[in-house]
Nanobody, 123 residues
Framework: VQLQASGGGLVQAGDSLTLSCAASGGLFRSYTVGWFRQGPGNEREFVSC???????KYADSVQGRFAISRDNAKNTVYLQMNSLKPEDTAVYYC??????????????????WGQGTQVTVSS
C-alpha cells in the first residue's frame, strides 16, 4: 500500500483544514488508516484512525474538533480539523495497519506511511 498525504497549510487559530490520505497499490478497504502528527521537538503521536469495519478513534486532544472519514471508492481517508489551535502545529502523517483494534494508537504497528504534510497554526 502506498499512501500520499496532502492538504496541509498555514492557517490562523480557529480556522479549519481538511487533510487527505490517498492510497494505492493494495486492498485499501481491508486496512485501518490512522493519522499521526509530530510537532517540533515532540515525539510522533496518535491523532485519529478509521478502521476497515467502520470504527473511529480520536486522541483526547482533538476529540470534538477533528473528524475522520473514509471513502473506499476513492481509496481516501480525510481528516477534517476544526477550531485549530497553535498546539496542533505539526507534520501530519497518514499510515495503514491491520493490527487489532486495541493497538491502533501505537505507531509501531503501522507498516505503511505517507510522506507527511505540514500544518502550521498561527495565534
Amino acid at each position: 500500500v502506498q499512501l500520499q498525504a496532502s492538504g496541509g497549510g498555514l492557517v490562523q487559530a480557529g480556522d479549519s483544514l481538511t487533510l487527505s490520505c490517498a492510497a494505492s497499490g493494495g486492498l485499501f478497504r481491508s486496512y485501518t488508516v490512522g493519522w499521526f502528527r509530530q510537532g517540533p521537538g515532540n515525539e510522533r503521536e496518535f491523532v485519529s484512525c478509521f478502521s476497515w469495519d467502520g470504527k473511529r478513534k480520536y486522541a483526547d486532544s482533538v476529540q470534538g474538533r477533528f473528524a475522520i472519514s473514509r471513502d473506499n471508492a476513492k481509496n481516501t481517508v480525510y481528516l477534517q480539523m476544526n477550531s485549530l489551535k497553535p498546539e496542533d502545529t505539526a507534520v501530519y502523517y497518514c499510515a495503514a495497519t491491520r493490527v487489532v483494534w486495541g493497538r491502533v494508537t501505537e505507531a509501531e504497528h503501522y507498516g505503511y506511511w505517507g510522506q507527511g504534510t505540514q500544518v502550521t497554526v498561527s495565534s
